[in-house]
């Protein structure tokens, strides 16, 4: 019998930030529909841009959406529902995380499961309708793709997504 080898899609396999970046901004934009009205592709690519910075903060997908929401109350004062988003910098973000987000769902009156359910379920529509698109947003390390062709052992992907892609 052979090795088997079990290896992570995210973050061991490919750099899946650009792929959970946009699949927060696609569920922001369905969760909070209103805010996104003041969001040009100009801005939406600087929240992208900037989600490869955050991203080391992210414990959960769901967090994401947060973050997405919180660059937003940032950029535009006038969508702002959030005290600590005045004056906030990425950095700050960095630095302080774990004490804004308690304030920020408190703020918006927002729960843990249902962003995780939301999130998970924008993804998976993606995934559904557009597989090609879903995929290329996920870049494979240097490497991965030919290692993967020629591995001698058998290999599975490990996944937290919510749907499993055989």
């Known amino acids: 019998m052979g090795d088997l080898y079990a290896l992570d899609f995210d973050g061991v396999l490919c750099d899946s930030c650009g792929e959970s970046s946009l699949s927060a901004v696609k569920a922001a934009k369905v969760r909070w529909p209103s805010l996104f009205e003041a969001v040009d592709s100009s801005l939406e690519g600087w929240i992208v841009d900037q989600m490869y910075i955050v991203r080391p903060v992210v414990e959960t997908g769901y967090e994401n959406l947060l973050l997405v929401r919180l660059l937003v109350e940032m950029k535009i004062p006038s969508v702002r529902k959030s005290s600590v988003a005045e004056g906030l910098t990425i950095e700050g973000i960095l630095e302080n995380w774990f004490q804004i987000k308690p ?27 557009d597989l090609t698109g879903w995929i290329g947003a996920n870049r494979f390390y240097p490497g991965v793709p030919d290692a993967l062709k020629f591995a001698s052992s058998k290999l599975y992907i490990v996944t937290t997504k ?5």
Request: include cysteine.
């Open 162 to 166: 919510q749907v499993c892609l055989r």
């Open 103 to 129: 304030v920020i769902m408190a703020e918006w009156d927002e729960k843990r499961d249902p962003l995780i359910d939301l999130f998970g379920e924008v993804r998976d529509e993606w995934i559904d309708n």
